[in-house]
């Protein structure tokens, strides 16, 4: 008589076994309504749709006056299957603020926002495809900037912010700055993901003098099996004299993140980036200079959201004073 049951509560539990690993979790098993809400992926059509902007009052003044002295081109690696995601949010929000915008693909298109390269695909090319775009753009405009600020099409960046850090510095002199990892290259590098800017002469070394001069092979180490891009530029430029500048602000809060804006304020960052930076970021309010210029691992739709709440909404009777003063240490290179 035993025998029989046993037999019919094994049938039942495999069944049950079998529904879950078919259809995934059941009922029971499902998370909240909200989280599975939040984990939406929104249709981000609309928010992509034109819209006018004569309802903005907005004094620009400040960032019109930086945009024709400090002159930025933005290079953003990203790949052709992204175009109406990834691509479309960073092209539609902060790659317009650029003086120039290119696109690193790999693409039969060709067009004029596009560095087209031949590289497959895949994260060991990254860093043929960045060594490409340096070349295309130190042949092509170099008479036509002050820096070159690379990103990738999960970054967001808030381009007047980073002109404002930028106008410290002198482009005519080699510099490199970003979020800073201490890390493997001997004074360290800057996240390819939270972006960097090199000044026109750092590019001018880093071309004529480190990828043409031969002074920067492309080779697997054992501290970078995966030709990690940011870290391969970071030793080139290293090699080729362009010195890390500081990105801190005056109260030493970061500008750059390598993280999007919620694990920086809520305090998710991960472990290593306390045994990888000598000076980590803070997690919480203080997590970002007010002068903040990036985060990285932003989806299409996070990055729609913060430029909406950035660029298409003003608190009333709240503006910056006249004279803002010091957002970093002037000279003060990071060690
Ligand atoms: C997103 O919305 C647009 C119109 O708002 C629609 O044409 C398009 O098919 C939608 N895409 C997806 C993947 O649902
Ligand atoms: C980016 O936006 C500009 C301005 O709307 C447009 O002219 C250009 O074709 C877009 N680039 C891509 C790659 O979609
Ligand atoms: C990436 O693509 C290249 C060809 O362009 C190939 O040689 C290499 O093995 C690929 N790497 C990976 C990790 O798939
Ligand atoms: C910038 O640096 C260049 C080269 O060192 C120098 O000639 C120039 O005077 C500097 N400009 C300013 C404003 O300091």
């Known amino acids: 008589m035993k025998s029989p049951l046993k037999f019919l509560f094994l049938t039942i539990l495999g069944i049950i076994l079998l529904i879950n690993w078919f259809f995934g979790n059941p ?13 939406t992926e929104y249709n981000i059509t609309k928010a992509l749709s034109s819209t006018k902007d004569e309802t903005i009052f907005v004094d620009e003044s400040g960032a019109i006056d930086l945009y024709e002295k400090v002159r930025v081109i933005c290079i953003i690696l ?4 992204d175009w109406n995601t990834k691509l479309s949010a960073v092209n539609n929000t902060w790659a317009r603020r650029c003086n120039k915008n290119f696109f690193i693909m790999t693409t039969k298109l060709h067009r004029a926002d596009i560095i087209n390269s031949e590289y497959a695909d895949n994260r060991t090319n990254l860093i043929h495809k960045v060594r490409n775009a340096f070349e295309f753009i130190h042949d092509k405009y170099i008479d036509d900037l002050d820096w070159v600020f690379k990103a990738d099409d999960d970054t967001y960046a808030i381009i007047e912010n980073l002109r404002f850090l930028l106008s410290h510095y002198n482009a005519s002199r080699p510099g490199y700055l970003g979020f800073k990892f201490d890390k493997y290259v001997t004074n360290g590098y800057m996240s390819g993901g939270a972006g960097y800017a090199i000044s026109r002469k750092g590019i001018k070394q880093l071309v004529q003098n480190g990828i043409r001069g ?20 970071g030793r080139c430029l290293e090699s080729n004299q362009v010195p890390r500048l500081n990105s801190h602000d005056v109260y030493g809060r970061d500008t750059f993140h390598p993280y999007p804006v919620e694990q920086h304020l809520f305090g ?9 930076c000598k000076q980590p970021p803070v997690e919480g309010r ?8 990036s985060f990285h691992y932003m989806n299409p739709r996070s990055i729609l959201l ?16 006249k004279q803002i003063g010091k957002v970093i240490q002037v000279g003060q290179y990071r060690p």
């Open 286 to 293: 203080n997590c970002c200079s007010q002068f903040t210029i």
């Open 27 to 39: 009922w029971y098993l499902t998370k909240s309504t909200y989280a599975s809400q939040y984990e």
């Open 306 to 321: 913060v430029d909406h709440l950035l660029y298409k909404t003003s608190v009333f009777g709240r503006t910056l004073p």
């Open 214 to 233: 031969n002074k920067c092979p492309v080779l697997k180490t054992k501290d970078n099996p995966q030709l990690s891009e940011d870290q391969e530029i």
């Open 268 to 276: 998710k960052l991960p472990q290593y980036l306390y045994s990888w």
């Open 78 to 81: 990203t790949t052709e299957k």
